[in-house]
């Protein structure tokens, strides 16, 4: 058997794919000219150095294939070199299983296909069991993304309604390639069990180089699969009572290679032609084979779904009512028992997107923190609806006999929708717990999976508490409690070796902890490099020396992702390899306190951080969970969705601002000092949109829309000031202001060839964008028109006019001041600046920001702020309403986190008055001085594309409820994500193309399907401009609507 290598330090060795040439140029000719793309800077392998666990090992170099042939071709490559190789999916593994010194494949981008449904025999007629139905599908396809697949097809009427069973939390970014390599499961496994209950065969390369298929009776189809099953026949059968002695009997084990399985096969009397060798792969983590296709069962989808939420008054009655609710809904259609505590309902009480969830949960007291503790109880029902209320009938009974649930705290919900939000709340669970902090302290996944039998796990908690409280720090539980299987995470600070020798010391006495509770380390989330090290504490000697003897079966030169189960490292290594090891990170001050915050010494940042300990700290707390790495939903990452470059994605942005900011880059003189003039770094923030999405649908809070502004800021100080690209683009509003003026001839001007090759060279704008129009400027009507009768007592609003309400489009806010006069208020605008060449004092700063001019924009919020004072010291003032939401988010977001001269307090008070003008209209419908007619036209149906600040900070909903309001209840709300657009984005040469693909992954097509009798609504100016170029379709302003439908 070769000697495979130990897991170790990848900084002390420096061997690179640049240093050896030969394995970058082996790998690009096994892809082939149109196979794909070998990636070796140090950049890109940084990116793949980390996963969702605590570790950073650099690996050799980054292999994207184009398909499932050319990653095959990879993998022989090699194998024939004897190259490590690491197979990646989604990259969400919690315990660094794909973290290694390896040429990383990623199957996630290309190697998506889903073939046909088949139907063969199954193994039960009963509703709700399998019934033969199986699909061939590629790795790389998402298990969300594989479902949605299924669900088209079963409305086309292409198969019954079908679903692969296994959910883990991270289902929308998670592969099923990693789902095979953990064996994931999620909440449901009581019923479906884990992913490899839910395999027929899998599709695999060998050590060798060998292709096969892999499944029951594989062995007497192919003499490979003949020649592994009698070697692992060999192996396993005389470990017959060792194994039935060592392995839990837990309904859930991920640790180890699964001996067992094939044990219990050999004595239910398997010979090699018939052993299924699945098993072993599944929860293998890429160290026996790649897997590149897999036959899977899928399950008839239930006709109808239920969803009990309980709330109680502590952790420990919630757990105390685990076993009682299993015994009545076991029998019922039970699929799942999930738990969350008080920690994680803190942490998505401080998330712009989760908090409403919480306050939708029953029992919930904002005043005392109520609830502590929730249960999420599931029941499906697969012939009616009524095997759902029996089944929370039977658990009404339950919950009769136990105490702790508060009162009004259970809940039971049918409707999908709501069903949906709940659920929400369960699955963000872990990345949530990224944004919390206790003096440096977060909580830390190392012993995050351990399974114990059912009936043990309360006296496992009491256990775990004993433990960290004994180490003077506490943890965050959440749970799949109807498997026994808890999710635990001790608040450590890794920047102090006090408590890295903690986190040690912690790993062993839980697992021995584990142990003694009858169960295991981990129940889901695998060995990888934070388990590993203990695993020989659980199996001994002897079956250590038996997963080495598989591991040599499957890959004999011992390529794939080496050291992983097999040779682990010593306890120590638990600790080793951290992506916030101290050697990357930058001096933290002294040891008093000011430590481990990750304030970097000698820079002045433009935006407060304190709330996440510093600049490092806010880059920090991407925890790498790939939330937004979806393919579809929501606002966050469109350029993720459009080019399914990790690159691009937040996760990818995140890293490389953590890695810039500790100097992990080519050209930094030494770690630790940062780079402000990275160039890969760079260029992964020039595709970033700032679209906000990331600020609330990232669990973790990260806001790389501030960091990107806070890089780009310290770059221009550096490299002596911005560029003038950069300076005109901030400067949008003198410039709009400056073509209003003679609009006529300023559009004219502007459509000429001449002017767009002179903006293309010196503005870098891509001739097939027109520019805004100018028209004659808002303030100009505002000083000609005829100032309607006021009085003193009379209640005002302040209108903001943003850059292009005021020069551009000045039909909005001429629609604004209609609607809200005939509210009746008085309507103040904010005076025009004096000169041409002054700060501003109606200028949000929104420019100045997205590009990176931080000085300027201070300067200009400041002005704007003390223009704007008279107006916040007013009792007549109701509100600031604004047209533009980027404007309004800007109020309201970024002058709140800027280092102003003005107070704070005078920004918030601000900010609290400030809302978009639609809003104000309906949030005081029944407040208003006078209430006009307005219309109503129910017939005419209205879409809806709401901006994406106004989607990620405050909801579309701010605009949709005015427009049911008035046009009834044909108003569609789009669930679209950014326009591409996004300000002067999408404008640039070298980013046209992409704006484009972005508008086409959701607004572009639906405005071009639009009735051509329907209103196309669009919040913000991008999405209008962006709707005009990309559909030609005119969409309009939500109070442009309302004014049209005032009554004369």
């Known amino acids: 058997m070769p000697q495979l290598p130990v897991l170790n330090n990848n900084r002390s060795q420096r061997f690179l794919v640049h240093d050896a040439p030969w394995i970058a140029d082996a790998l690009r000719v096994a892809l082939g000219p149109s196979g794909g793309e070998v990636r070796t800077s140090l950049h890109d392998r940084l990116l793949y150095a980390t996963d969702a666990s605590l570790y950073q090992v650099e690996p050799l170099g980054v292999v994207i294939p184009a398909d499932i042939g050319a990653a095959e071709r990879v993998v022989r490559a090699c194998v024939d070199q004897g190259v490590a190789l690491l197979p990646r999916g989604g990259g969400t593994s919690l315990a660094g299983q794909c973290t290694n010194r390896a040429v990383v494949v990623d199957l996630s981008s290309c190697c998506r296909a889903v073939g046909p449904v088949e139907r063969g025999d199954g193994e039960s007629e009963r509703p709700g069991d399998w019934h033969g139905h199986t699909a061939v599908c590629e790795v790389g396809v998402n298990v969300d993304e594989l479902n949605e697949e299924l669900l088209r097809r079963a409305a086309a009427g292409e198969c019954p309604p079908l679903f692969f069973a296994p959910d883990p939390a991270t289902s929308r970014q998670a592969t099923v390639g990693g789902c095979i390599g953990n064996n994931a499961a999620g909440a449901r496994s009581i019923r479906y069990g884990r992913t490899v209950e839910n395999l027929r065969e899998l599709e695999v390369c060998l050590g060798t180089g060998e292709r096969l298929w892999l499944g029951p009776g594989a062995g007497a189809r192919n003499e490979t699969a003949r020649r592994l099953a009698a070697g692992v026949m060999e192996i396993v059968g005389p470990l017959g009572p060792i194994i039935r002695e060592r392995f839990p009997r837990t309904v859930r084990r991920n640790a180890g290679y699964a001996l067992d399985m094939i044990l219990d096969q050999i004595e239910a009397g398997a010979t090699a032609q018939t052993l299924d060798l699945v098993p072993l792969l599944a929860g293998s983590e890429g160290t026996l084979a790649v897997t590149l296709r897999a036959r899977l069962r899928l399950m008839p989808a239930p006709r109808a779904k239920g969803l009990a939420v309980i709330s109680f008054a502590t952790i420990e009655d919630a757990i105390d009512a685990v076993n009682p609710i299993l015994h009545a809904g076991l029998p019922l259609g039970l699929t799942a028992v999930e738990l969350l505590d008080d920690v994680v309902l803190d942490a998505a009480r401080g998330n712009i997107e989760y908090r409403r969830y919480v306050d939708l949960l029953p029992g919930a007291n904002a005043a005392t923190g109520e609830p502590r503790a929730v249960l999420y109880i599931e029941f499906f029902g697969f012939e009616s609806a009524l095997e759902v209320e029996r089944g929370f009938d039977a658990l009404r009974g339950a919950l009769a006999r136990l105490g702790g649930v508060l009162p009004g705290g259970a809940v039971y919900h049918t409707d999908s929708a709501a069903m949906l939000n709940a659920w929400k709340l369960r699955k963000a669970g872990e990345p949530l717990l990224h944004g919390l902090g206790e003096g440096g302290r977060k909580p830390i996944t190392f012993v995050e999976d351990n399974a114990v039998p059912v009936e043990r796990l309360a006296e496992f908690v009491r256990g775990f508490k004993e433990i960290v409280g004994r180490h003077g720090t506490r943890a965050a539980y959440w749970a799949h409690a109807s498997v026994g299987v808890l999710h635990v995470r001790p608040m450590i600070n890794l920047h102090d070796p006090a408590d890295r020798q903690r986190m040690i010391d912690i790993a062993i006495e839980v697992a021995d902890l584990a142990r003694a509770c009858g169960g295991i380390m981990s129940g889901e989330h695998g060995d990888g490099r934070v388990r590993g090290p203990l695993l020989e504490r659980f199996f001994g000697p002897e079956l250590m020396r038996a997963f080495r003897r598989v ?396 901006h994406c600040h106004q989607k990620a900070l405050w909801g579309a909903e701010t605009s949709a409820r005015l427009l049911r309001r008035l046009a009834g209840p044909r108003v569609r709300v789009l669930d679209s994500t950014c326009c591409g657009m996004a300000g002067s984005f999408g404008f640039a040469a070298d980013r046209y193309d992409l704006s484009m693909r972005i508008g086409e992954l959701s607004v572009l097509p639906e405005a071009r399907a639009a009735d051509d009798a329907a209103t196309i609504c669009a919040t913000g100016t991008s999405c209008r401009h962006q709707i005009h170029d990309g559909a030609g379709r005119e969409a309009v302003h939500p109070i442009e609507l309302a004014a049209e439908l005032l009554a004369p």
């Open 551 to 946: 591991k040599s079966l499957f890959d004999p030169r011992g390529v794939f992702n080496p050291g992983n189960i097999v040779a682990p490292g010593p306890v120590d290594s638990i600790a080793a390899n951290l992506r916030l090891d101290a050697e990357h990170a930058p001096q933290r001050g002294d040891s008093r306190g000011a430590a481990h915050e990750g304030v970097l010494p000698g820079v002045e940042t433009y935006f407060d951080y304190s709330d996440q300990h510093g600049l490092l700290g806010a880059a920090e707390q991407c925890n790498g969970a790939g939330v937004c790495r979806k393919r579809s939903g929501g606002v966050m990452c469109p350029s993720y969705m459009a080019t399914m470059d990790e690159r691009h994605s937040t996760r990818g942005r995140g890293n490389a601002l953590r890695l810039a900011l500790t100097g992990q880059t080519e050209r930094s003189a030494r770690p630790g000092e940062p780079d402000w003039d990275d160039a890969a770094t760079i260029d992964t923030l020039n595709l970033c949109l700032s679209c906000k999405g990331c600020k609330s649908e990232c669990p973790s809070n990260v806001d790389i829309s501030r960091l990107k502004a806070e890089y780009t800021a310290q770059r221009c100080k550096v490299a002596g000031g911005p560029p003038l690209v950069a300076r005109l683009f901030g400067r949008v509003r003198l410039l709009n202001r400056l073509g209003s003026m003679t609009p006529g001839l300023a559009n004219r001007v502007n459509r000429l060839r001449v002017t767009k090759w002179i903006l293309r060279r010196v503005l870098g704008i891509d001739p097939r964008r027109d520019v805004p129009r100018f028209e004659r400027s808002l303030y100009s009507w505002w000083r000609s028109r005829s100032t309607p009768m006021r009085h003193a007592d009379m209640p005002r609003v302040v209108l903001f006019a943003d850059c292009f309400t005021a020069y551009n489009e000045p039909r909005i806010g001429i629609a604004a001041v209609r609607v809200l006069e005939a509210l009746g208020y008085a309507v103040d605008l904010l005076p025009e600046e004096g000169s041409l060449g002054s700060a501003g004092a109606g200028c949000c700063g929104r420019a100045m920001i997205s590009t990176g001019l931080l000085d300027d924009a201070r300067e200009t919020i400041d002005s704007t702020l003390r223009a704007m004072r008279p107006a916040l010291g007013d009792p007549r003032v109701r509100a600031v309403v604004a047209c533009e939401p980027s404007c309004l988010s800007a109020i309201r977001d970024d002058w709140l986190q800027l280092r102003l001269r003005t107070p704070l307090e005078d920004r918030m008070a601000l900010a609290a008055k400030a809302c978009l003008v639609e809003e104000f209209v309906d949030r005081d419908w029944d407040r208003h001085p006078i209430r006009p007619e307005f219309a109503a036209d129910s017939r005419r149906e209205v879409i809806l594309h709401a």
